[in-house]
Nanobody, 124 residues
Framework: QVQLVESGGGLVQAGGSLRLSCAAS????????MGWFRQAPGKEREFVAA????????NYADSVKGRFTVSRNNAENTVYLQMNSLKPDDTAVYYC?????????????????WGQGTQVTVSS
C-alpha cells in the first residue's frame, strides 16, 4: 500500500508546460509501477503514462507521446509527469496511481492506490 498526493496542477496557456509531482508514502513505492491518469468533465478516466519499477521502462497514451515524460525518483518516493506543448484537450483532473505489477501497464484495474487528483487547465 502507498498513499499518494499530487501537486503541480494549474492554469496554463496552450503551448505551455507544467510538471506534476506525486509524493508517495509507504515502503512499497520502490516496487510499484506508477501511473498517471486523467479525467475530463463528462468523460471516463483515461490512461496517460506509466513507469515501471524494475527498469524504469515507460508507456504512454498515443495522445501524449512526444509531449509528456514520466519519471521517478525512488530515493525521494516521487513520480513526475512533465507536460510540454499543452493543448486545451489536455484539460482534466490528473491522478497518480500505484500498481503492484512488473510492467508499466495501462490497465485501469491494475492500479490499487490513487491520489486525490490535481486540476490542469489549458486555455486556448
Amino acid at each position: 500500500q502507498v498513499q499518494l498526493v499530487e501537486s503541480g496542477g494549474g492554469l496554463v496557456q496552450a503551448g505551455g508546460s507544467l510538471r506534476l509531482s506525486c509524493a508517495a508514502s509507504g515502503r512499497a513505492f520502490s516496487t510499484a509501477t506508477m501511473g498517471w491518469f486523467r479525467q475530463a468533465p463528462g468523460k471516463e478516466r483515461e490512461f496517460v503514462a506509466a513507469i515501471g519499477w524494475r527498469d524504469g521502462s515507460s508507456n504512454y497514451a498515443d495522445s501524449v507521446k512526444g509531449r509528456f515524460t514520466v519519471s521517478r525518483n525512488n530515493a525521494e518516493n516521487t513520480v513526475y509527469l512533465q507536460m510540454n506543448s499543452l493543448k486545451p484537450d489536455d484539460t482534466a483532473v490528473y491522478y497518480c496511481a500505484a500498481a503492484f505489477v512488473f510492467t508499466p501497464t495501462d490497465r485501469y484495474a491494475a492500479y490499487r492506490n490513487w491520489g486525490q487528483g490535481t486540476q490542469v487547465t489549458v486555455s486556448s
